[in-house]
């Protein structure tokens, strides 16, 4: 699934119980100001997680700029969430950009 930037903990409990995953595509969210996926969220929850570039809604097919922009886009969405809020670094990123896809959590 793509996206997936308004699942609630429902809808990421089903997809940690039935192993799907979700392809993170930061770059074309915020070019279509569809959202942000709260990331964090979902890594903390188990979900299996890849890193897309998805080029038809973004600028870029660069999986680099992706990973800039996820974690621009996971500091963003932590503006408003409480101070111990962690968003995910340039590490968790590029793990996702590499494995993240072809493993479960």
């Not at 993170?24 to 890594?43: A, E, F, Y």
């Not at 897309?52 to 800039?68: E, F, K, L, N, P």
């Not at 922009?69 to 408003?80: E, F, Q, R």
């Given at each position: 699934?793509?996206?997936?930037?308004?699942?609630?903990?429902?809808?990421?409990?089903?997809?940690?119980?039935?192993?799907?995953?979700?392809?993170?595509?930061?770059?074309?969210?915020?070019?279509?100001?569809?959202?942000?996926m709260?990331?964090?969220?979902?890594?903390?929850?188990?979900?299996?997680?890849?890193?897309?570039?998805?080029?038809?809604?973004?600028?870029?097919?660069?999986?680099?700029a992706?990973?800039?922009?996820?974690?621009?886009?996971?500091?963003?969405?932590?503006?408003?969430?409480?101070?111990?809020?962690?968003?995910?670094?340039?590490?968790?990123?590029?793990?996702?950009?590499?494995?993240?896809?072809?493993?479960?959590?």
């Amino acid at each position: 699934m793509a996206h997936c930037v308004y699942m609630n903990d429902c809808e990421f409990d089903t997809f940690k119980e039935t192993e799907a995953g979700i392809s993170h595509c930061p770059t074309s969210n915020t070019m279509l100001q569809s959202g942000i996926m709260d990331l964090r969220k979902s890594l903390d929850k188990g979900v299996k997680i890849g890193l897309g570039t998805d080029i038809s809604g973004g600028y870029s097919a660069s999986v680099q700029a992706a990973i800039r922009d996820g974690v621009g886009a996971s500091k963003t969405l932590g503006m408003d969430k409480s101070k111990s809020y962690k968003p995910v670094d340039f590490k968790e990123l590029f793990r996702l950009a590499t494995l993240g896809g072809s493993k479960g959590s």
